[in-house]
């Protein structure tokens, strides 16, 4: 008895998935127009591992996608030199 189908495919093959993101989200204080959107949304996305981020100006939120757990403190400095303030997790 073989694994394989008519058609050539193995049963056994196995498929490559990508690892799941961390998601976290980020109370950012300081944000007030598009700009602040996009600053901080630039300083988040240039940190190692950071897949996706986006940011709800209105909630003072930002939600980042990465690939492993983020460190507080880097975040918190990338926020800082930004221009706002990391408030915490939310």
């Known amino acids: 008895m073989s694994c394989c189908s008519s058609d050539g495919t193995c ?6 998935t990508a690892p799941a993101a961390v ?8 944000m007030t127009c598009g700009h ?5 949304g630039k300083a988040l996305g240039a940190l190692d591992g950071v ?3 986006q940011v ?13 757990e983020l460190d507080d403190e880097t975040v918190r400095t990338a926020v800082d030199e930004a221009g706002y303030e990391l408030t915490g997790r939310a």
Do not use: H, I, P, Y
Not at 23 to 30: C, D, E, H, L, Q
Not at 36 to 40: A, I, R
């Open 11 to 16: 049963s056994t093959t196995a498929t490559a």
């Open 23 to 30: 998601t976290t989200v980020f109370a950012v204080s300081g």
């Open 56 to 68: 709800d100006l209105k909630n003072g939120l930002v939600t980042v996608a990465s690939a492993a």
């Open 51 to 53: 897949q996706t981020v």
């Open 36 to 40: 602040c959107e996009q600053s901080v």
